[in-house]
């Protein structure tokens, strides 16, 4: 009985009750969106001593550069974000993710003014990474996702206006920076209650041959990073 056994109880009981559903951004978590706008911007301008996107200037003129990015034609734009490079830390977290069989989502906004040809370009963005079968949105109204029936989603970004409007919605948000993904993955660890430790070589029984995040397969993913399952 439940009086004669509190803790199994309390363990069937942490089973059942299901899970916050995680929604990864992709610029500035998985895509280096950021570096890439400031070559580009330095390039365009011939200011070779703009390295950050803060160089261009203060954020009038970050809009600016921003509406010029996008009113580069599709064409430009779609390659723009196929061919953003992976973040470290965002690579680190994915696969983080994957080997603990934690189901997520891809939750980015598109560029403003051209936003078709950027969410094609993110799709493709995905695709090349391994992520094409990840569930992806691409909304500007992130907040939107922060609940639903009454359970919280959490969500992990690097920009505080939306982490600040995701949590204003009822739901927990986690600000990410690259330098700092050991933290965001401890936190995660800490809400879903596994081992934040990461494993240079899995083990099948940890990883099932056969286990998918939706319709992905976790070795296909593991084996093209070059973990070596044993």
């Known amino acids: 009985s439940v009086s004669k056994n509190p803790a199994k109880y309390q363990m069937r009981a942490q089973e059942i009750q299901p899970k916050p559903h995680l929604y990864l951004d992709m610029d500035g978590v998985q895509a280096d969106f950021f570096t890439a706008w400031a070559k580009w911007h330095a390039k365009k301008h011939n200011q070779p001593d703009v390295a950050r996107y803060k160089d261009i200037g203060d954020k009038a003129a970050r809009e600016i550069s921003v509406k010029e990015l996008s009113s580069q034609g599709p064409e430009f ?9 992976p973040l470290p830390g965002g690579e680190q977290l994915v696969d983080w993710l994957l080997q603990n069989e934690i ?24 695709m090349n990474h391994k992520l094409g079968n990840v569930p992806a949105h691409f909304t500007s109204n992130k ?68 286990s998918y995040i939706g319709d992905y397969r976790i070795n296909d993913y593991l084996e093209a990073k070059g973990y070596k399952l044993i």
Do not use: C, H, M
């Open 103 to 126: 189901p997520f989502s891809v939750l980015s906004a598109p560029l403003r003014d051209n936003e078709a040809a950027s969410v094609a370009g993110k799709k493709t963005w995905l």
């Open 143 to 210: 907040f939107t996702y922060a609940t639903k029936g009454g359970q919280q989603n959490i969500l992990v970004d690097d920009y505080k206006k939306y982490v600040g409007e995701w949590q204003a919605a009822g739901g927990i948000a986690i600000l990410y920076r690259d330098a700092n993904v050991d933290a965001v993955i401890k936190r995660l660890a800490e809400i879903y209650q596994v081992n934040s430790q990461n494993n240079d070589a899995l083990d099948e029984e940890q990883i099932d041959e056969y």
């Open 77 to 85: 734009v779609e390659e723009f974000f196929a061919t953003l490079d």
